[in-house]
């Protein structure tokens, strides 16, 4: 289920100074988006008219609510009257607004729904991150035994598959991912998903960090596609071993960059399996 992270910052915001039903608006329209992929430039549209505006969305990654405008009114429980102010005013320019990306916009209307313009911004904020792995590794290191026992190939594919670390490289630019690498962890994802089957998959943080993990490493995307083809050309890891276990998850693949080279390999020497 998709979410999305609020900070104080809203606070101080103009979409808060404004009125109750501005912030009410724009935040329902936020927990109704799903992370979209734009491929390519869409003009804005008039939320009443639907007549096209001169300001056009650029590509890249946004929040959309698949719902027209009266759905998101009815949603934040507001009236229709002025609710959909509120969407024309989410979609106008703000000279008043701390970001200056997309002229202050927040929520346009588009062909199909709205988009939450800064919506992948709000979810990367993290700001607790460093303290939650801090105690999680404190708790790890006073609950250690030393355990010395063989294990079959499925019992490690196994461990590694309910592996949650999340100490990954930092991230850049103060935590921001950017826009390449956001587009190509989406795009493996969606890869990942055709390729084995998991067309209900959810686009988790867990994820996404893996793979962004990897990126940052230096990991192209085509190389991410050769280690999900090499993963997948695996009789092994598709079932055919003593428990019948499937392991193609992402959290293996792109565990790390030594696995990502091991699947790599497996494709040139394995023919893949055909989508």
């Given at each position: 289920?998709?979410?999305?992270?609020?900070?104080?910052?809203?606070?101080?915001?103009?979409?808060?100074?404004?009125?109750a039903?501005?912030?009410?608006?724009?935040?329902?329209?936020?927990?109704?988006?799903?992370?979209?992929?734009?491929?390519?430039e869409?003009?804005?549209?008039?939320?009443?008219?639907?007549?096209?505006?001169?300001?056009?969305?650029?590509?890249?990654?946004?929040?959309?609510?698949?719902?027209?405008?009266?759905?998101?009114?009815?949603?934040?429980?507001?009236?229709?009257?002025?609710?959909?102010?509120?969407?024309?005013?989410?979609?106008?320019?703000?000279?008043?607004?701390?970001?200056?990306?997309?002229?202050?916009?927040?929520?346009?209307?588009?062909?199909?729904?709205?988009l939450?313009?800064?919506?992948?911004?709000?979810?990367?904020?993290?700001?607790?991150?460093?303290?939650?792995?801090k105690?999680?590794?404190?708790?790890?290191?006073?609950?250690?035994?030393?355990?010395?026992?063989?294990?079959?190939?499925?019992?490690?594919?196994?461990?590694?598959?309910?592996?949650?670390?999340?100490?990954?490289?930092?991230?850049?630019?103060?935590?921001?991912?950017?826009?390449k690498?956001?587009a190509?962890?989406?795009?493996?994802?969606?890869?990942?998903?055709?390729?084995t089957?998991?067309?209900?998959?959810?686009?988790?943080?867990?994820?996404?960090?893996?793979?962004l993990?990897r990126?940052?490493?230096g990991?192209?995307?085509?190389?991410?596609?050769?280690?999900?083809?090499g993963?997948w050309?695996?009789?092994?890891?598709?079932?055919?071993?003593?428990?019948?276990t499937?392991?193609?998850?992402?959290?293996?693949?792109?565990?790390?960059?030594?696995?990502?080279?091991?699947?790599?390999?497996?494709?040139?020497?394995?023919?893949?399996?055909?989508?």
């Amino acid at each position: 289920m998709p979410f999305i992270k609020l900070d104080q910052g809203v606070l101080s915001s103009t979409l808060w100074d404004d009125s109750a039903e501005l912030a009410k608006v724009f935040l329902t329209a936020c927990l109704m988006a799903e992370p979209f992929k734009l491929e390519r430039e869409q003009q804005q549209l008039d939320v009443r008219t639907m007549s096209p505006l001169r300001w056009s969305v650029p590509p890249g990654l946004y929040g959309f609510v698949r719902a027209a405008g009266v759905g998101i009114v009815n949603a934040a429980h507001v009236s229709r009257p002025v609710g959909l102010r509120c969407l024309i005013k989410l979609g106008t320019p703000d000279s008043g607004s701390k970001s200056s990306e997309f002229g202050g916009r927040r929520l346009v209307r588009i062909n199909g729904g709205f988009l939450v313009l800064n919506y992948f911004r709000y979810r990367q904020y993290d700001f607790g991150a460093a303290d939650r792995m801090k105690a999680l590794r404190a708790s790890r290191s006073a609950n250690v035994t030393d355990v010395r026992r063989t294990v079959t190939e499925a019992e490690a594919e196994a461990e590694a598959e309910a592996e949650t670390s999340t100490d990954y490289p930092p991230t850049p630019q103060g935590g921001v991912v950017s826009e390449k690498h956001a587009a190509a962890a989406l795009a493996l994802f969606e890869y990942w998903t055709a390729k084995t089957g998991h067309q209900k998959a959810k686009f988790t943080p867990e994820r996404r960090r893996k793979i962004l993990a990897r990126l940052r490493e230096g990991m192209t995307e085509e190389e991410g596609r050769q280690a999900i083809d090499g993963c997948w050309s695996s009789e092994f890891h598709r079932g055919a071993n003593e428990t019948g276990t499937v392991y193609d998850s992402i959290n293996l693949i792109f565990r790390s960059r030594e696995k990502v080279d091991e699947f790599i390999a497996r494709s040139r020497n394995v023919r893949p399996v055909p989508l």
